[in-house]
């Protein structure tokens, strides 16, 4: 096929630099991809022929794909999108990929897709910047160690947009934000989104986890997001876990439930607000992990930390977070924090 017809698909003026390609399950690889009822058959072709067009891409995906690999969008393809049909909506699920996708192209956009049973990821981007994941669902991903997740993002993946995402069913982390000590995880927003029935095998999870190895890291937003039953207690969750050094974090306006040891943890970070998040505690949940490094064994590393006008439900919590044993320098800022049961609400600072 001419790649000059990629710029004027889809009801594009001629010459403007724009594409959309068309991939349906029923579809053929011998077909141009340039309609509906032109469709490719294989994610892979449409990847192939985006590189070569040079254009911003969108990729419409239709029906049910059993993926022996990943869709991989590549370094140095420009804005592709990949997004669910709305007349046939797409579902990935695994034939032997380890991943449903991977992003390695900056201001990548993936949208709509149900994504069902990989036994590492579902999206996983890396060393790509200003990526958007946005209302997709990914189902039961089967992780079988650290550094996994339904969606994870690795590397130097600033400005991503992880929102209005449903996560169910994981076996380590359902959204997670890892790095090396060259990374930088700046201006990350995860929000809005529905967490739930993560952290079910391996231990040491978040829900939602982030850390900041480079420590160098500013502007993250954890705000909105709705995590629920994550857990069994053998599995060590937290809720929202700022892991390893991870800074300059608002998390905001959260809904927590679930069976996990702790609600949140700080370990080894600095200038953390926790805030106005709502948290209902299972037996035997704690409401913080408030943690010096384990490496640089440091509270004065710690300091700036800020936890205001969360609401703690559940039976016997004595504190947010056991002051006694952290030095001044290092204590976190308590004002306005709640313990509530059926009987009632009280402050929960000291």
Same mark, same amino acid.
């Given at each position: 096929?001419?790649?000059?017809?990629?710029?004027?698909?889809?009801?594009?003026?001629?010459?403007?630099?724009?594409?959309?390609?068309?991939?349906?399950?029923?579809?053929?690889?011998?077909?141009?991809?340039?309609?509906?009822?032109?469709?490719?058959?294989?994610?892979?072709?449409?990847?192939?022929?985006?590189?070569?067009?040079?254009?911003?891409?969108?990729?419409?995906?239709?029906?049910?794909?059993?993926?022996?690999?990943?869709?991989?969008?590549?370094?140095?393809?420009?804005?592709?999108?990949?997004?669910?049909?709305?007349?046939?909506?797409?579902?990935?699920?695994?034939?032997?990929?380890?991943?449903?996708?991977?992003?390695?192209?900056?201001?990548?956009?993936?949208?709509?897709?149900?994504?069902?049973?990989?036994?590492?990821?579902?999206?996983?981007?890396?060393?790509?910047?200003?990526?958007?994941?946005?209302?997709?669902?990914?189902?039961?991903?089967?992780?079988?160690?650290?550094?996994?997740?339904?969606?994870?993002?690795?590397?130097?993946?600033?400005?991503?947009?992880?929102?209005?995402?449903?996560?169910?069913?994981?076996?380590?982390?359902?959204?997670?934000?890892?790095?090396?000590?060259?990374?930088?995880?700046?201006?990350?927003? *995860? @929000?809005? =989104?529905? $967490?739930?029935?993560?952290?079910?095998?391996? +231990?040491?999870?978040?829900? &939602? /986890?982030?850390? %900041?190895?480079?420590?160098?890291?500013?502007?993250?937003? *954890? @705000?909105? =997001?709705? $995590?629920?039953?994550?857990?069994?207690?053998? +599995?060590?969750?937290?809720? &929202? /876990?700022?892991? %390893?050094?991870?800074?300059?974090?608002?998390?905001?306006?959260?809904?927590?439930?679930?069976?996990?040891?702790?609600?949140?943890?700080?370990?080894?970070?600095?200038?953390?607000?926790?805030?106005?998040?709502?948290?209902?505690?299972?037996?035997?949940?704690?409401?913080?992990?408030?943690?010096?490094?384990?490496?640089?064994?440091?509270?004065?590393?710690?300091?700036?930390?800020?936890?205001?006008?969360?609401?703690?439900?559940?039976?016997?919590?004595?504190?947010?977070?056991?002051?006694?044993?952290?030095?001044?320098?290092?204590?976190?800022?308590?004002?306005?924090?709640?313990?509530?049961?059926?009987?009632?609400?009280?402050?929960?600072?000291?």
């Amino acid at each position: 096929m001419a790649l000059a017809a990629l710029g004027s698909v889809n009801g594009a003026q001629a010459g403007q630099a724009e594409a959309t390609i068309y991939v349906d399950a029923n579809g053929s690889d011998s077909r141009s991809g340039m309609s509906p009822g032109e469709a490719l058959r294989t994610p892979a072709k449409a990847m192939a022929l985006a590189g070569r067009s040079g254009l911003p891409v969108t990729v419409v995906l239709s029906g049910q794909f059993r993926l022996a690999d990943p869709i991989v969008i590549e370094r140095g393809l420009r804005n592709v999108t990949l997004v669910s049909s709305a007349d046939r909506p797409a579902v990935l699920t695994s034939g032997g990929a380890a991943a449903a996708i991977v992003v390695k192209a900056d201001r990548a956009r993936i949208s709509g897709l149900t994504i069902n049973g990989f036994p590492q990821r579902g999206i996983f981007v890396t060393d790509a910047r200003g990526v958007t994941i946005r209302e997709n669902r990914i189902l039961e991903t089967r992780s079988n160690g650290w550094s996994q997740g339904a969606i994870h993002l690795t590397g130097n993946v600033t400005g991503a947009i992880v929102e209005r995402n449903r996560v169910k069913g994981a076996d380590y982390a359902g959204i997670q934000v890892d790095t090396n000590s060259n990374s930088d995880v700046s201006n990350i927003v *995860i @929000a809005g =989104n529905r $967490v739930e029935q993560t952290c079910r095998v391996i +231990a040491d999870c978040g829900a &939602i /986890y982030i850390n %900041d190895r480079g420590r160098s890291s500013r502007g993250t937003l *954890i @705000a909105d =997001n709705d $995590v629920r039953d994550f857990g069994p207690p053998s +599995a060590k969750g937290r809720g &929202i /876990y700022l892991d %390893d050094w991870a800074s300059n974090v608002t998390v905001r306006g959260n809904r927590i439930e679930g069976r996990g040891s702790y609600a949140f943890q700080i370990h080894g970070g600095h200038d953390n607000l926790v805030t106005n998040n709502m948290v209902f505690l299972s037996r035997g949940t704690k409401p913080f992990l408030y943690q010096q490094h384990v490496r640089s064994k440091s509270w004065t590393e710690m300091t700036g930390n800020r936890i205001s006008g969360n609401e703690f439900n559940g039976e016997m919590i004595a504190a947010v977070v056991d002051l006694a044993r952290i030095p001044d320098r290092g204590r976190p800022q308590l004002r306005d924090n709640r313990a509530c049961t059926a009987r009632g609400c009280a402050s929960l600072d000291s």
